[in-house]
């Protein structure tokens, strides 16, 4: 305290050689009336430190010395501000003992330059003002380790994201940002504690959640990894939409064809525990520790493993069917997309993984029919089954939530759902896929004839600024919308398929090649976004009007059917299986990542990652190259045996503790408890709940909650050091 | 002079009065958010400084009230959305605590237009620029502090 008081008359003697042109001199006069009433809750609030001094510091911050490392980040920071003046400014800052510039900090020469004057000047700090500490923290980190100080001891100015790529035009204001912001983190530096991170060990398992071919792909090359993987699916059967695909752009091969091995690898691996019909319900903990409860949906059927467990030796679900064809109920199946029937016992098509019957008890009777025709020794069909909640523990966790198709009826002008021959795409790869609704027969909804003219609108809901569609890309409606028109050429003799589009995105490997060859096979493309569709009432033809703009003349073309390549958004339940996991997701909701180029498939809590569709549209061969990569992300920490957590713990200052417990009731975590110590009742932290949020800290009526690496006193320096400066 | 964006350069000098703006955002949506904002190279006016916390729940009411006894003119809180907390709640206690630092400030006399409370979420950049650039607009409408008003 005594040193904060020498710094503020020293400030106040000196301000007249200041230079920095946003302290005019009436604001010297309101600093030193400022200054005795800020003085009592300053002293209060770092009253705290010595207390805390014993227990991780080393230094009082009268001694500290401070390095101050300003990056130029070639013109990024450079080109919007004058980095002389922010360090001939930082050399008159209290406790700074060492001042330097560099053009790319983060570089290797960039780091010798902070271990090279660690060294030399004894400094007792860090202070790097260069970009965001989201993206550089961990590095400079790491250059403060290699230089011989704790790695805590290192505080970011961020000069860049929040600084010059942001006041471009600013120079003058952006220069006075730039030393404002040393100076808080300076203020910083200067009361930082060494920490040390907490090791906690890892459990040797993982979670995917979402078994399409993004999620099995991961958890294959978990469990090739020798990592037990629990596999979660909220339909009956794993494949996801890949499994509703006929056939896959450019190589043309079946989509049953490449995914079926791998369905049926996933129901074979012994180290993969697939789960479907179920949902991840509460997930707690941290990386290395999560428990994850999981509700599995009452199914109805039961499987031969839980009839074993039940006793019925021999018995549970075979796949033979003979429930489903004494059903009587009705309904349309969902997985045809309402085109075929299905009963209310029933499997999504025949090459379900796994092959287990599952009971819709929405529109069940219970009439009891199944169950005699399941028969005395198998007897796999409970009725009255509940929803059962698993517990598991895993280390870590990706999510594979996927996609849905937009609903496209809300872009009324294309009258999805008013005109029966305006289909979508997922409608036409189920029918023109030979285990589809009409054995892959392209027909049309209204009359079962062939279609002879087919119009494809691409970007239908995609690139649509109006507020009513998606503004991104959807990405693959190009691709696969060319390969329906040569579906059309192959299957259909005379058939012309007619393309209307605003751009051919054909952008991956032999995708190019695949768009001339659609081309030479004959399709039509109509440059122009569709405005309208009518139907002609008698034929149920359809008239598409768009403006060819190419040739400028607008176009009213009659066709026999029209496929809307819709737009796709994250599938329903993403939102809520996010917020599960504390993941974050995009203005789209599209999961977010933790650096979209150096960290695709990681996201901002620890131990969960992201693979295919769930984090932004992909085709097939980015999907599964996603989900490998967050296999491989996801099984390091299992690897390592164990992780580092940051070690921003809470703890009680137990001499002003008062023991009120208003504390212990605001934990999100039930980390904090009370406890009797030398007579008093004072909080405990259990270190491994806490993860560092501090809202204990931000209410503790007392102040008696130190919260590690952002305490009161660091915190209050900072806004002091911003509002009333600090220079000498 | 004026730059991209809806705002124009001020006039500097000795003399004229700057707003002083105190921000204290929490590190994984609006800290994230303001990086964005650079990233998109979405241009806001410069008078603010960022304080970083992991989260707002972090934040005791007496830090917003420290920052204006030390001459603030403003003070910007800014946490994820409602039910986004990377904490589960902490945005929820944080946003309680601010209803109070409002009706306290308003009881002693202190526009409580100059406390500001926002949710911004790691992906709205362009929504970080537009909170800043109204919070600047409010506070040089508002004037100087009349706390360091006082003072003089």
Redesign the interface.
């Known amino acids: 305290m005594a040193e904060k008081k020498k710094a503020t008359t020293k400030k106040t003697e000196s301000k007249k050689e200041d230079t920095k042109?946003?302290a005019?001199?009436?604001?010297e006069?309101?600093?030193q009336?400022?200054a005795p009433?800020?003085k009592p809750?300053a002293a209060a609030a770092s009253a705290a430190a010595p207390a805390k001094a014993t227990v991780g510091s080393t230094t009082k911050q009268g001694d500290a010395r401070i390095g101050v490392f300003i990056c130029h980040c070639g013109t990024n920071i450079a080109g919007s501000m004058d980095i002389e003046a922010v360090q001939a400014y930082a050399k008159t800052l209290p406790n700074v003992a060492y001042v330097d510039n560099y053009k790319y900090m983060c570089s290797m020469p960039g780091q010798s330059v902070i271990n090279k004057a660690v060294k030399e000047n004894k400094l007792t700090g860090v202070v790097v003002a260069a970009c965001?500490?989201?993206?550089h923290e961990p590095t400079f980190r790491t250059a403060t380790k290699e230089s011989g100080l704790n790695p805590f001891r290192f505080e970011m100015a961020?000069i860049?994201?929040?600084?010059s790529?942001?006041?471009?035009?600013?120079r003058?204001?952006?220069t006075?940002?730039a030393k404002?912001?040393v100076r808080?983190a300076v203020a910083k530096a200067a009361l930082l504690q060494d920490l040390f991170p907490k090791s906690v060990p890892v459990e040797k398992a993982a979670m995917v959640v979402g078994a399409g071919v993004a999620g099995m792909q991961a958890a294959l090359d978990l469990a090739a990894a020798g990592i037990k993987t629990y596999l979660i699916e909220s339909d009956m059967s794993i494949g996801g939409r890949m499994s509703q695909l006929d056939k896959t752009f450019p190589t043309l091969d079946c989509s049953q064809c490449i995914l079926t091995p791998k369905m049926v690898d996933v129901g074979r691996s012994d180290k993969i525990e697939l789960m479907t019909w179920s949902e991840v319900h509460e997930v707690e903990g941290y990386i290395g520790n999560f428990d994850v409860t999981i509700r599995k949906k009452a199914r109805g059927v039961m499987t031969p493993k839980e009839a074993e467990a039940k006793g019925i030796v021999g018995g549970g679900c075979n796949g033979c069917g003979d429930c489903e064809a004494v059903c009587p109920v009705v309904k349309p199946n969902e997985f045809e997309i309402g085109m075929k029937p299905r009963k209310a016992i029933y499997i999504n098509h025949p090459q379900v993984v796994p092959l287990i019957y599952t009971i819709d008890f929405n529109s069940c009777v219970k009439c009891g029919l199944c169950v005699t025709a399941c028969g005395p020794e198998k007897r796999a069909i409970d009725l009255e089954m509940k929803d059962e909640f698993v517990k598991v523990k895993v280390g870590t966790a990706i999510l594979a939530t996927g996609y849905d198709i937009f609903p496209i009826e809300k872009k009324e002008e294309w009258g999805y759902k008013r005109f029966e021959n305006v289909i979508t795409s997922l409608e036409f790869e189920r029918l023109i896929c030979a285990s589809g609704p009409t054995g892959g027969h392209l027909v049309r909804p209204s009359d079962g004839q062939t279609p002879k003219r087919v119009a494809f609108v691409l970007c239908a809901g995609s690139r649509d600024n109006t507020g009513t569609g998606k503004p991104y890309c959807s990405r693959f409606c190009c691709m696969y919308s060319l390969k329906h028109a040569h579906q059309i050429i192959e299957k259909i003799p005379g058939c012309v398929p007619y393309i209307f589009y605003m751009d051919i995105r054909s952008f991956g490997k032999m995708y190019e090649e695949f768009y001339y060859r659609i081309q030479d096979e004959g399709a039509k493309f109509i440059r122009g976004r569709v405005a309208n569709i009518l139907e002609d009432p008698k034929t149920k033809n359809l008239h598409v009007m768009t403006d060819d703009t190419l040739l400028n003349r607008p176009v009213d073309m009659e066709v026999d059917m029209v496929v809307l390549a819709a737009a796709i958004q994250p599938k329903e339940d993403t939102n809520r299986t996010r917020?599960l996991f504390?993941v974050?997701?995009?203005?789209d909701g599209w999961l977010?990542e933790a650096h979209p180029k150096l960290n695709p498939c990681g996201t901002?809590?620890a131990g969960v990652f992201l693979a295919g569709v769930c984090q932004g549209p992909k085709d097939i061969p980015d999907t599964v190259a996603s989900a490998e990569g967050a296999a491989s992300a996801a099984s390091i920490p299992i690897h390592m045996g164990e992780v580092e957590l940051e070690p921003?713990f809470a703890s009680c200052i137990e001499e002003k503790c008062a023991g009120c417990g208003m504390c212990v009731n605001?934990c999100?975590?039930s980390a904090l408890s009370l406890v009797e110590k030398d007579g008093r009742t004072v909080m405990q932290v259990t270190e491994a709940k806490c993860?560092?949020?501090?809202?204990c800290?931000?209410?503790c009526p007392g102040g008696a909650i130190w919260?590690n690496h952002?305490a009161?006193p660091q915190?209050?320096a900072?806004?002091?050091a911003?509002?009333?400066g600090g220079e000498q | 002079?004026s730059?991209?964006g809806n705002f124009p350069?001020p006039e500097?000098?000795?003399?004229?009065?700057?707003p002083?703006i105190?921000g204290i955002v929490c590190?994984?949506?609006s800290?994230?958010g303001?990086?964005?904002?650079?990233?998109g190279?979405?241009?806001?006016?410069?008078?603010i400084?960022?304080?970083?916390?992991?989260?707002t729940?972090?934040?005791?009411s007496?830090?917003v009230l420290?920052?204006f006894?030390?001459?603030?003119d403003g003070v910007l809180v800014s946490g994820?959305h409602f039910?986004?907390c990377?904490?589960?709640?902490?945005n929820y206690?944080?946003a309680k605590?601010m209803f109070m630092v409002k009706r306290l400030m308003k009881s002693i006399g202190l526009d409580d237009r100059r406390f500001r409370m926002t949710f911004v979420?790691?992906?709205?950049g362009a929504k970080w620029?537009a909170v800043v650039t109204d919070v600047v607009k409010t506070i040089r409408e508002l004037g100087p502090s009349p706390i360091?008003e006082l003072?003089?």
């Not at chain 1, 860049?160 to 600084?163: A, I, L, M, V, W």
């Not at chain 2, 006894?69 to 603030?72: F, K, Q, T, V």
């Open positions: 042109k946003v005019p001199v009436k604001q006069v309101k600093k009336a400022a009433a800020a809750k965001s500490p989201r993206l961020n860049r994201e929040q600084n790529w942001v006041h471009m035009h600013d003058e204001g952006s006075d940002k404002d912001a808080i917020k504390g974050s997701c995009s203005m977010l901002t809590t921003y605001l999100p975590y993860k560092g949020c501090g809202t800290g931000g209410f919260m952002f009161t915190i209050v900072q806004i002091d911003f509002l009333l | 002079m730059a991209p350069i500097r000098g000795p003399g004229i009065w700057q002083k105190q590190n994984w949506c800290y994230a303001a990086d964005l904002a650079g990233g190279r979405i241009q806001y006016p410069p008078d400084r960022i304080v970083r916390v992991m989260c729940g972090r934040i005791d007496l830090f420290k920052a006894a030390d001459g603030a994820c039910g986004d990377h904490y589960l709640e902490g206690k944080a605590r979420s790691a992906s709205e620029g360091t003072k003089k």
